[in-house]
Structures are given as C-alpha cells and as structure tokens.
C-alpha cells in the first residue's frame, strides 16, 4: 500500500505539468481531427472482445462462454457447444443464438428450420444487473480492470487490485500471479490455481495446475453478493458489512413467520429455509417470488405484470343449448325381418331349375324348380286312392294335408285331383317376394330334407349398422334422425332414422352397435357397402357449460379455475356431464356468469401446489418450532 501512496503523492506533485502537456497538444493537433481520432485510436488501449475458435456457452445464462467445456460459473450446468460458430470469432449477442426446439441443450451459430432464438428458450436467464460476464461481445470498456488482481479462492467473482478481504467469507484475497495490467476479471475457468495449494493462483495454465472452478475451495453461485459485482464492495468496510448481515440475520431469526424461502427455478418442488444449491441440479436457489401468493382456500393471486406474461385469458361461464352431432361409419346389411331361405322338406332330385341365376328378382308364388321325390309319388297315390274310394272324407283330408305340408300348392293338388293321375315331378314355388342373394343347387342334384335351395330378401328398406364410443352413448336415442351418404356420391344424402341400440357393449373397442333403417327403393345402397353415418342428437336444453379448454382433467378429478377477484384465481372441483366438441356440461359446483380460466390455467395449477407445498412446509416449521420450545420448558 505504501507503493500506492508514493503514486499518487507523485502524480499529484506533477498535476500541473500534465495540464500544460495536454493544453499543447490540443494545440497542436487541432487543425487534424482525423489524425488525432487516429492517434487516439493507435495510442489508447482498446480493450478487445475476446474471440473462441470453438465457443461452448450456457444454455440459461449465454453470456458465460468459454473455448472448451466446463461449467456455468453462475449455475454450475454444463456449457454447450455453439455449431457453426467460426474459429476467431467473439461471442456473438444472445439474439443471434439460437436453439434446437425439441433440444434446448443443442445450440446453434445460424437460423435454421426447427431453431428459435435462444431468447425465445425456456431456459434462458435475463441477466441481472452486474451479472454479464466479460467474455459477452458487447463488451462494456467501463468494466473494471486491474494492475494487480487479487481475487477470492472461493468466490472468484470478489476481486481487488490489491490485497483485501472477501466480503462474503472473510478469506484474504489471492494474488492471481502473470495477471497483465490493466486488463478485467477473467472467467473462473480463466483462472488455475495449484493442485497442492489452492489459495495459489495464475493466469495462464502450466504443470501441477488444474482450472479454478475444479479447485475444492470454488463454490459457484451468485456473481452479485449483496448488491456488489466484481468490485461492488467497499474491502475497506468489510466489518461494517458483516455487521449488517448478522444483524439482517438476528432479524430473519426473530421474524420467523415471515421467513424468506428458498426454491429452485428448474425444480421447483424443492423448497428450502436458507439460501444453498439445489440437490438435484446443484443450481442456486432463488428465492421465492413475493409477486405471486396463496390466498384462502387455495387461491392463487397473480400480480397483474405476471398475468399478462403467461397470457391469462378468462371465458364467462352461460347457460346455453347443447348440440352434438354425432359421426360414425357404418355398413349396409340385409334388413333380417326381409330375409328367406327356401329349403325341401323331402329328399329327392332337382330335375328343372327356373331360377338359375343370383342376383334376380322373384315374386311370392313364382315358380322356383321341380322335384322328384319317391316320397311324393306314394304321397299323390294315396290321396287318389282315397279320392276314389270317397268312404272316409277324413282319409282324404289327411292325405291332402300331408302333400301342403311338404310345400305343394293347393292348386297342384286340385289339378292332381281333376286328371286323376300321379306326377312325377312337381313344382316348389317362392314363399315370398326378393332378389335371390344365394343359389345352392344346380339342375340334377340331389337334396335332402331340409336342404338349403335358395336365400332371398328384399333389399328396402335397407339396414345399417355402426358403432359409436361408449361416451357418446348419452346422446343417442332411438328414433333420432340420421343421414347417411355413400363413398361414390359424396354430394347426395339420404335420410332414415336410428332404429335400434344394442344393449351389449364391444369388449375389445369399448364400441355400442346401433341400427338404422333406411329406405333403398332405387337399390342405391347395397349390401356390404361402406357408408357415413351423421346422427342427429336432440339438443340439451338450458345446461351450464364452459369451454372444453377451460377443464384440467387429471383422471381422477376434473379441475377449472375460477377469477373470484381481479387477479384472485380459485381451483375449484367439477362435475362433468355432456360434451361437445366445444363445451362440457357442468352439473355441480359452477354457476352461470362466473368466470373461469381458459387459457394459463395450468400454470395456475403448478403455482397452487406449488403454494399448497409451501404452507405445508411453514405449518410443518412452525410444529416443529413449537415443539421445541415445549420441550424447553419442561
């Protein structure tokens, strides 16, 4: 110090020459600006921007850079590497960083598809006052420097250009050894210190030297300690200071309930009584905002500058008619009332077929094929035979109902009478009207009693059949209007109505099967063809609703937030009932004109249990301190 004394007493007794100096060199140079703007340019000592032929930075804090990886001095998180950065290039502003979307780890020295400024990253840190470090490119020439640097083993960020005291430990500053004159505080990673004797530091690395920030005394944190940066302390005062920190503390101690707490940005269930590091990420805690606070019964307050940086929106809760428009695909089936099968009821053989294609149309009563049967011949012979004898009019009677009951007409059977002579073939005849869907004998087969011959239905009406989701049970009905359109006339709809709901539920597709009855007369819709189905659900009259995004559904209870006070968001528990593709019906516990939260909502959500976390851990303090204090009185 006493160097410093003979300096000043030195530049003080030769103040008056230095005025006459710079009078005569005004003078001199005052018709050549250029000349002394080029002179000044050559002749003062600029400081620089630092460059980095590979430049790694901090993805929270960007203006924490160094040429190899290591860590953030103020978070202590790994620096990322920057591609595409150019070797000899300086740090470039944070603007023009930019980041991965799905990675906000990867960084970037370009624009590029799937990048955003790393500004715009969830991770990015505004710096604080005095927290810029001085590798950012926008380097201010009023930072500090230091003829001799002197800095703290554990806290590099205190610096002095000559022996002092940290203000944060009270550890005596070390000499940083090859330190140049007059340039600033280096980065901690800048800085090397002795493997063997950590309170040894330089500038420059060299054999038994290991980087600051691997040195067992750093500890990262903070770059700003009660309002100072790297020379924002008076070293001269340190006493007067650390009895105002011990008074600050006396007076936290006294004022227990109104404690300041301590929580990490990434990871915010971590809360804590005393400033430290994070366990799980080994960042600073920070403490908790005083901005946003828990009111009564959960509330949460949101100051208004708050508010509109997380873009808070609020709907008004109505009264209101709700439609559902059901859509679903289905498939055109035969209706099952309109459908036949034609069989014998004799064996025999097929000696003509009149029907001999699929796909045809048949009224009720046309002849479909003639058979002959052994069965039948026996059959006509004793109906004659009792015809002729006319001694029992029962014989006759009995022998004319075993012939209808193996499917012949009345009609063959009075002309069996009239010519009084045994068919050998006799004709089976359509039991009902239809196109024939399936043919199963050809002329000559044989066919056995009960044999299927032919099947045969009437195609309108026409069914349809398709499924809906369980969810969507509540707004169907039988008799609810339908309208069906087919694959290869988009532009053309039909109507119907849905006809039937089946009472069983699809175990594999949690689906219910319904039926729709649609008139077909021009055969437009045909079996098997793939439709789409629109059914028309009668409306819910007069119900509360809120817009869908209004609802936090967590699987066990549905949440919305409700403005009870300008700025006052209180979680509150709802039922659901209908939904739409906009709204859910509310049935309990909301009230037409409140309103709720539909945009922000979950991070209300985060701050009430982020709140809720906090009064559990005061109440648990406050326990705790009670019962010591019991204990001490026994």
């Given at each position: 110090m006493?160097?410093y004394?003979?300096?000043?007493?030195?530049?003080t007794?030769?103040?008056?020459?230095?005025t006459?100096?710079?009078i005569?060199?005004?003078?001199?140079f005052?018709g050549?600006s250029?000349?002394v703007?080029?002179?000044?340019?050559?002749?003062?000592e600029?400081?620089?921007?630092?460059?980095f032929n590979?430049?790694?930075v901090?993805?929270?804090?960007?203006?924490?850079?160094?040429?190899?990886p290591?860590?953030?001095?103020?978070c202590?998180m790994?620096?990322?590497?920057v591609?595409?950065?150019?070797?000899g290039?300086?740090?470039?502003?944070?603007?023009?960083i930019f980041?991965?979307?799905?990675?906000?780890?990867?960084?970037?020295?370009?624009?590029?598809?799937?990048?955003?400024s790393?500004?715009q990253s969830p991770?990015?840190q505004?710096?604080k006052?005095g927290?810029m470090?001085?590798?950012?490119?926008?380097?201010?020439?009023?930072?500090?420097?230091?003829?001799?640097?002197h800095?703290?083993?554990?806290?590099?960020?205190e610096?002095?250009?000559?022996?002092?005291?940290c203000?944060?430990?009270?550890?005596p500053?070390?000499?940083?050894?090859g330190?140049?004159?007059?340039?600033?505080?280096p980065d901690?990673?800048?800085i090397?210190v002795d493997?063997?004797?950590?309170m040894?530091?330089?500038?420059?690395?060299?054999?038994?030297?290991?980087?600051?920030?691997?040195?067992?005394?750093?500890?990262?944190?903070?770059?700003m300690e009660?309002?100072?940066?790297h020379?924002?302390?008076?070293?001269?005062n340190?006493s007067?200071?650390k009895e105002k920190a011990?008074?600050e503390?006396e007076?936290?101690?006294?004022?227990?309930?109104e404690?300041?707490?301590?929580t990490?940005?990434?990871?915010?269930?971590?809360?804590?009584?005393e400033?430290?590091i994070?366990?799980i990420?080994?960042?600073?805690?920070?403490?908790?905002k005083?901005?946003?606070?828990s009111?009564?019964g959960?509330?949460?307050?949101?100051?208004?500058?708050?508010?509109?940086?997380?873009?808070?929106?609020?709907?008004p809760?109505?009264?209101?008619?709700?439609?559902?428009?059901?859509?679903?695909?289905?498939?055109?089936?035969?209706?099952?009332?309109?459908?036949?099968?034609?069989?014998?009821?004799?064996d025999?053989w097929?000696?003509?077929?009149?029907?001999?294609?699929?796909g045809?149309?048949?009224?009720?009563?046309e002849?479909?094929?003639?058979?002959?049967?052994p069965?039948?011949?026996?059959?006509?012979?004793e109906?004659?035979?009792a015809?002729?004898?006319q001694e029992?009019?029962?014989?006759?009677e009995?022998?004319?109902?075993?012939l209808?009951?193996w499917?012949?007409?009345?009609?063959?059977?009075?002309a069996?009478?009239?010519?009084?002579?045994?068919?050998?073939?006799l004709?089976?005849v359509?039991p009902?009207?239809?196109?024939?869907?399936?043919k199963?004998?050809?002329?000559?087969s044989?066919?056995?009693?009960?044999?299927?011959?032919f099947?045969?239905?009437?195609?309108?009406?026409?069914w349809?059949r398709t499924?809906?989701?369980?969810?969507?049970?509540?707004?169907v009905?039988a008799?609810?209007?339908?309208?069906?359109?087919?694959?290869?006339?988009?532009?053309?709809?039909?109507?119907?109505?849905?006809?039937?709901?089946?009472?069983?539920?699809?175990?594999?597709h949690?689906?219910?099967?319904l039926?729709?009855?649609?008139d077909?007369?021009?055969?437009r819709?045909?079996?098997?063809?793939?439709?789409?189905?629109?059914?028309?659900?009668d409306?819910?009259?007069?119900?509360?609703?809120?817009p869908?995004?209004a609802?936090?559904r967590?699987?066990e209870?549905?949440?919305?937030f409700?403005?009870?006070?300008?700025?006052?968001?209180?979680?509150?528990?709802?039922?659901?009932?209908l939904?739409?593709?906009?709204?859910?019906?509310?049935?309990?516990?909301?009230a037409?004109?409140?309103?709720?939260?539909?945009?922000?909502?979950?991070?209300?959500?985060?701050?009430?249990?982020?709140?809720?976390?906090?009064q559990?851990?005061?109440?648990?303090?406050?326990?705790?301190?009670?019962d010591?204090?019991?204990?001490?009185q026994h």
């Amino acid at each position: 110090m006493k160097r410093y004394s003979r300096s000043v007493a030195a530049l003080t007794a030769g103040l008056g020459t230095i005025t006459l100096l710079a009078i005569a060199l005004v003078f001199m140079f005052q018709g050549s600006s250029d000349a002394v703007a080029q002179q000044g340019h050559e002749g003062h000592e600029m400081h620089e921007p630092r460059t980095f032929n590979e430049l790694y930075v901090c993805s929270m804090h960007p203006w924490e850079a160094s040429e190899g990886p290591g860590p953030c001095s103020i978070c202590n998180m790994a620096l990322s590497k920057v591609e595409g950065h150019e070797p000899g290039a300086p740090l470039p502003d944070v603007e023009n960083i930019f980041v991965q979307k799905g990675d906000f780890m990867k960084l970037h020295s370009q624009p590029g598809e799937g990048r955003v400024s790393i500004t715009q990253s969830p991770l990015y840190q505004p710096p604080k006052e005095g927290e810029m470090g001085h590798d950012h490119a926008r380097h201010d020439q009023s930072e500090p420097t230091y003829d001799e640097l002197h800095v703290c083993s554990m806290h590099p960020w205190e610096a002095s250009d000559g022996p002092a005291e940290c203000s944060i430990c009270g550890m005596p500053l070390s000499e940083v050894q090859g330190h140049e004159e007059g340039e600033p505080l280096p980065d901690a990673s800048e800085i090397w210190v002795d493997k063997d004797n950590p309170m040894k530091l330089f500038a420059q690395p060299g054999e038994g030297r290991i980087p600051m920030t691997e040195s067992p005394y750093y500890q990262p944190g903070k770059k700003m300690e009660e309002g100072g940066g790297h020379e924002g302390h008076d070293h001269g005062n340190d006493s007067g200071m650390k009895e105002k920190a011990g008074a600050e503390m006396e007076v936290a101690a006294i004022e227990d309930d109104e404690a300041t707490l301590w929580t990490c940005g990434m990871h915010p269930e971590v809360i804590e009584e005393e400033p430290g590091i994070c366990p799980i990420c080994q960042m600073d805690l920070t403490p908790l905002k005083s901005g946003t606070a828990s009111g009564g019964g959960g509330a949460v307050a949101v100051d208004p500058a708050t508010l509109q940086s997380i873009g808070v929106r609020t709907a008004p809760v109505e009264r209101r008619d709700l439609f559902r428009e059901v859509r679903s695909d289905g498939i055109v089936t035969v209706a099952e009332d309109q459908e036949v099968r034609v069989n014998t009821r004799i064996d025999g053989w097929i000696e003509k077929l009149y029907v001999n294609k699929t796909g045809v149309r048949v009224e009720a009563g046309e002849p479909l094929l003639e058979i002959y049967s052994p069965a039948l011949l026996t059959a006509q012979e004793e109906y004659l035979l009792a015809v002729k004898n006319q001694e029992n009019g029962r014989l006759v009677e009995a022998a004319r109902r075993r012939l209808e009951l193996w499917d012949i007409t009345g009609e063959q059977i009075d002309a069996i009478r009239r010519s009084g002579e045994v068919q050998r073939t006799l004709t089976l005849v359509a039991p009902s009207g239809g196109i024939v869907l399936k043919k199963h004998v050809v002329e000559g087969s044989h066919v056995n009693a009960g044999g299927d011959l032919f099947t045969i239905a009437e195609l309108n009406p026409i069914w349809i059949r398709t499924d809906i989701y369980e969810f969507e049970l509540p707004w169907v009905s039988a008799g609810d209007r339908v309208t069906v359109m087919n694959q290869y006339d988009r532009d053309a709809s039909y109507e119907g109505r849905l006809d039937f709901i089946y009472p069983t539920l699809d175990p594999k597709h949690r689906t219910a099967e319904l039926r729709l009855v649609l008139d077909n007369p021009d055969l437009r819709f045909k079996p098997e063809m793939f439709v789409e189905v629109r059914i028309y659900a009668d409306p819910a009259r007069d119900v509360v609703a809120v817009p869908k995004e209004a609802v936090i559904r967590t699987g066990e209870r549905n949440l919305v937030f409700v403005e009870t006070e300008p700025g006052l968001f209180e979680p509150r528990q709802v039922h659901l009932g209908l939904e739409t593709d906009q709204h859910y019906e509310i049935t309990h516990n909301l009230a037409a004109g409140e309103a709720v939260v539909t945009s922000g909502q979950f991070l209300l959500d985060s701050e009430a249990k982020l709140q809720e976390a906090i009064q559990r851990r005061i109440a648990a303090r406050k326990s705790a301190n009670n019962d010591e204090m019991q204990g001490h009185q026994h």
